[in-house]
C-alpha cells in the first residue's frame, strides 16, 4: 500500500507555470511507477504524465508535451509535475497515482493508488 498526497496547485494566469508535488508514504516508492491524471469540470479524466520507478522512461499526453515535464526524487518518495506555459484549458484537479512498476498495463492505465487532487486553475 502506498498512500499519496498533492500539492503545489494554486490559479496562475495563462503562459504561467506551476509545480506540483506528490509525496508518498507506505510501501518502497521504487516498487511504483507513477503518473499524473487531471480532471475538468464536466469531463473524464484523463492522463497526463508518468514516469518509471528508475526515473529514467517517461511518458506524456500529446496535449502536454513539450510544456509539462515529470520528475521524481526516490529519496524524498515525492514525483513532480512542472508545468509551463499554462493554458486555460490546463484547468483541473490534478491526481497523483500510483501502479506497481511490474505491471504489465500501458503508462496510461491500471493505476491501484491515487492522491485526492489538487486544483490548478489558469486565467485567460
Known amino acids: 500500500q502506498v498512500q499519496l498526497v498533492e500539492s503545489g496547485g494554486g490559479l496562475v494566469q495563462a503562459g504561467g507555470s506551476l509545480r506540483l508535488s506528490c509525496a508518498a508514504s507506505g510501501r518502497t516508492f521504487t516498487f511504483y511507477t507513477m503518473a499524473w491524471f487531471r480532471q475538468a469540470p464536466g469531463k473524464e479524466r484523463e492522463f497526463v504524465a508518468a514516469?518509471?520507478?528508475?526515473?529514467?522512461?517517461?511518458y506524456y499526453a500529446d496535449s502536454v508535451k513539450g510544456r509539462f515535464a515529470i520528475s521524481r526524487d526516490n529519496a524524498k518518495k515525492t514525483v513532480y509535475l512542472q508545468m509551463n506555459s499554462l493554458k486555460p484549458e490546463d484547468t483541473a484537479v490534478y491526481y497523483c497515482?500510483?501502479?506497481?512498476?511490474?505491471?504489465?498495463?500501458?503508462?496510461?492505465?491500471?493505476?491501484?493508488?491515487w492522491g485526492q487532487g489538487t486544483q490548478v486553475t489558469v486565467s485567460s
Open positions: 497515482a500510483a501502479k506497481s512498476r511490474l505491471s504489465s498495463g500501458g503508462w496510461h492505465e491500471d493505476y491501484d493508488y
Open positions: 514516469i518509471n520507478w528508475g526515473g529514467t522512461s517517461t
